[in-house]
């Protein structure tokens, strides 16, 4: 099993800001207002699925089309601007459906930390948001919605979502840590098929799924090393994997 101290030795070498450039979370970086980080992290974690060199080409097309101005384009949302954007399983419409939700959220609350906050306080967070979203959604929507929004009652690990949250809780070199209802210890590791790999060779994880029963194990394992941020370690994961030439 894998030390705690080669574990800090792999987070003290890649949670730098090298790793951004890479990395989903530079569309975070390009914002200061907070809602404008906020959006730029919530949809940039959408796509963040299947090719990275894919899905960033793709962000930056979509962050074109909302002018570099994601507040904006969320409050002042029209279907015609979306055009033929599309990413694998988004369509079109998918995306229509979400940012017209998303409009609706901004133009009546205060966004999304208030919509993920209110959850947190009622210890349901992933479903609050989730059940915001599916009792708003419109026929146009298909598989490209679901697969952006999964359901948490399936027991998926909520990769993307776990990811949005460490962004936006965490302040380090990486994550900006805007959000102040919750803390880091209070995150779930974002688990995918590299993370699961990797903590099960470290010694870390048992359970041969990755589901959402494997973050909370994962999670657990982690906490025990660094009670008040255990998700530091996301990066010893990706740091590890890159060492060892995957």
Known sequence: MITKTELDELVTKYETVDFIKDDPV?????????????????????LAYGSRQ??????????????????????????EIIGD???????????????????ELYNSSDGLEELFAHGFKQDKMFETVVDYFYSRVGEGAKQGFYQMIPNPHNGGAMKRMC???????????VDVGIWKFMKP??????????????????????RKANDFKAVVELTHNLKI?????????????FGYGVNKGE
């Not at 207002?33 to 959006?39: A, M, N, R, S, W």
């Not at 894919?54 to 279907?79: C, G, R, V």
């Not at 419409?93 to 998303?102: K, R």
Request: contains cysteine.
């Open 26 to 46: 530079q569309f975070v970086h390009r914002f200061s207002d907070k809602k404008d980080i906020e959006i730029a992290g919530f949809i940039a974690s959408l």
């Open 54 to 79: 894919q899905f960033i080409k793709k962000l930056n097309s979509l962050f074109e089309i909302a002018q570099n101005e994601p507040l904006n384009f969320i409050q002042n949302f029209e279907h």
């Open 85 to 103: 954007f599309n990413y694998r399983f988004g369509k079109p419409n998918d995306f229509v459906e979400i940012f017209s939700i998303l409009k």
């Open 163 to 173: 990811m949005f949250l460490r962004w936006m809780v965490r302040k380090s070199a």
């Open 185 to 206: 210890a209070d995150l779930y590791i974002p688990l995918d098929v590299h993370v699961g790999r990797v903590s099960r060779q470290m010694g870390l994880l048992t």
């Open 225 to 237: 090393l660094c009670p008040e941020d255990p998700i530091k370690y996301d990066f010893a994961m």
